[in-house]
C-alpha cells in the first residue's frame, strides 16, 4: 500500500537509545549500591568483559570510558607514528585520534560500494614513515579485510580497526574483532549495544590484554609500580550495569531493527536514483544504520535538499558523514586531503543520507518516511511543493 506525504506528530530522530527498563536498572543499581564498589574494575566490569568476549566472539576485550580513549591507547600501545593511512569518510574521533598520538593522518579513497577504505589505493599512499592502516567498518559494513591484511602483510604495518560501528557483525560466523592487530569498538548511546559511553578493544592475545588494561589505568601495575604513562580510560560500575541490561535486551532489538530495514527495503525499492546499503550474503549485520545514498540527477533533488525537506515533516535524518574528515580545516592543508586523491569519498560524502532506525518505529513509519521522501522526487525546482505539510 502507498501512503501520500504526512507530517509525524513528533520528531522522529536518526535514532534513539535503547533503553532498559527501568525497574531493571534500579535493581542492578541496588546490587552496585550494596558492593560500594562503583569503578575501578569491579564486579558489573568483570561480568561484562567475559559476556562481550563471549558476544563478540574475540580472543580478548578491554573495556574503555569510550571508544575515543580506547583507539587512543591502542595507538599508544603499538607504539604508532609518523604517518597513518585511514579513511576520510568517518567520524570526527578516527583522524582526531591519530593527530592526539602526533601522528599524521593520510587519507586514502573509499570503494564506492562498501564506502569503506579501497584496499586497491592503499600502497601508493604508504611512504618509508607510513607505520599503519587504520581502516573503519564504516556503518556496520565489514572492510576488505584479507586485501587490507595483504597489503599491511607485505609493507609490515600493523592494522588497528576503528570498528565502532561494527559491535555484533560476524563474517562467515567470525567475530569481526578478529581481524587485523587490534579493533575498537564503541558503546556510546547512540549503537545499538551501549553503556551509555563506553567503548573497547579486542585483540587475540593475553599480552596486549595486559598492555591495554595498564594503558587505561595510568600505567599502574601496582601500588608501587607504574610501568608506562597512561591514562584513566576506565569504565565505571554504573557504566557496565547497564551495558550488561542492554546486552539482555539487545537481541529483540536487532530483530526489532531488522524488521525495519525490511521495510525500508522493500518500500525503497525501484524509487529511481535511490540506492540501499549492499546485502552482504557472508556478513551478520548489527541493524545499526541504515544509510541511503542519493543521486541528485536521477532522483530529481540533492540529499541535501531531502535532509532539509523532511524536516518540514518532523523527519531528523543525519548526513553521516559530510563533511569528509579531509575537509575540516585541521585537516585540509594536508596533501592526501586533497579532492583530486579522494574522488569516490567526495562523491559519496554528497550524497548518503541515514534515515531513522530504532526500535521504537513501527513498519507504518517507515513506509510514511519513505512515502515522505518519494514526494521529494523531481521536486528540486519547485520550493513551495511541500509547504503547508
Ligand atoms: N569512530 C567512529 C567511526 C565513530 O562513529 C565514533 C563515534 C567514534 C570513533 C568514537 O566513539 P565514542 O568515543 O563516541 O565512543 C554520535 C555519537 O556521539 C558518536 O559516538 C558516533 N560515533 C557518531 C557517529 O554519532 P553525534 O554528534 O552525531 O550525536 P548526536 O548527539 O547528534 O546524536 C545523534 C542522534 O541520536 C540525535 O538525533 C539524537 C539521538 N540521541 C542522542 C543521544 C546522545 C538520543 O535520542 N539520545 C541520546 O542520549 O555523534
Redesign the pocket.
Known amino acids: 500500500m502507498r501512503f501520500g506525504p504526512t507530517k509525524f506528530p513528533e520528531p522522529v ?5 535503547l533503553l532498559p527498563n527501568l525497574d531493571s536498572v534500579q535493581r542492578k543499581l541496588a546490587e552496585v549500591w550494596d558492593s560500594r564498589w562503583i569503578t575501578n574494575h569491579g564486579r558489573q566490569h568483570t561480568l561484562l568483559e567475559e559476556r562481550l568476549t563471549q558476544f563478540l566472539k574475540v580472543g580478548q576485550l578491554s573495556l574503555f570510558n ?4 580506547a ?1 587512543l591507547a591502542a595507538c599508544k600501545a603499538l607504539g604508532l607514528s609518523g604517518e597513518v593511512i585511514t579513511t576520510p569518510f ?2 570526527a ?2 583522524p582526531h585520534v591519530l593527530n592526539w598520538c602526533r601522528i599524521t593522518p593520510v587519507f586514502c579513497d573509499i570503494d564506492p560500494i562498501s564506502m569503506n577504505l579501497n584496499p586497491h589505493k592503499l600502497e601508493s599512499q604508504i611512504t618509508p614513515t607510513t607505520t599503519a592502516i587504520m581502516p ?1 567498518h ?1 556503518f556496520g559494513v565489514p572492510c576488505d579485510v584479507a586485501a587490507i591484511q595483504a597489503v599491511a602483510d607485505r609493507h609490515g604495518l600493523k592494522v588497528v580497526y ?1 570498528a ?2 561494527a559491535c555484533g557483525i560476524e563474517v562467515n560466523g567470525e567475530g569481526i574483532g578478529t581481524f587485523g592487530d587490534v579493533s ?1 569498538f ?6 545499538l549495544f551501549h553503556t551509555v ?3 573497547a578493544l579486542v585483540c587475540k592475545d593475553a599480552i596486549s590484554k595486559t598492555e591495554f588494561d595498564l594503558i587505561r589505568n595510568f600505567g599502574i601495575k601496582n601500588e608501587e609500580e607504574v610501568l608506562m604513562p597512561g591514562i584513566n580510560g576506565k569504565m565505571n560500575e554504573i557504566q557496565a550495569a547497564i551495558g550488561l541490561l542492554v546486552l539482555d535486551d539487545l537481541a529483540e532489538e536487532h530483530a526489532k531493527r531488522g524488521a525495519l530495514i525490511a521495510a525500508y527495503r522493500e518500500a525503497l525499492e525501484g524509487i529511481p536514483g535511490i540506492t540501499c546499503p549492499p546485502v552482504l550474503p557472508n556478513v551478520k549485520s548489527n541493524n545499526q544504520y541504515f544509510v541511503i545514498r542519493i543521486d541528485a540527477e536521477r532522483f530529481g533533488c540533492s540529499r541535501d535538499y531531502v535532509c532539509e525537506e523532511f524536516k518540514k515533516y518532523n523527519v ?1 535524518t ?1 548526513k ?1 558523514f559530510y563533511p569528509l574528515c579531509s575537509q575540516f580545516s585541521c585537516y585540509a592543508d594536508l596533501p592526501s586531503a586533497s579532492q583530486e586523491n579522494l574522488p569516490v569519498a567526495t562523491r559519496v560524502a554528497e550524497e548518503v543520507l541515514s534515515l531513522p532506525l530504532y526500535g521504537g518505529l513501527s513498519v507504518n513509519d517507515v513506509q510514511k518516511i519513505v512515502a515522505i521522501l518519494r514526494s521529494f522526487a523531481g521536486q528540486k525546482n519547485l520550493p513551495n511543493a511541500v509547504a503547508g505539510c
Do not use: Q
Open positions: 530522530l536518526v535514532t534513539r537509545p569510550n571508544g575515543t580513549v583507539l568517518t567520524f574521533a578516527t573503519v564504516v576503528d565502532a560501528h575498537m564503541s558503546f556510546h548511546a547512540t549503537k559511553e563506553g567503548g531528523f543525519r553521516y
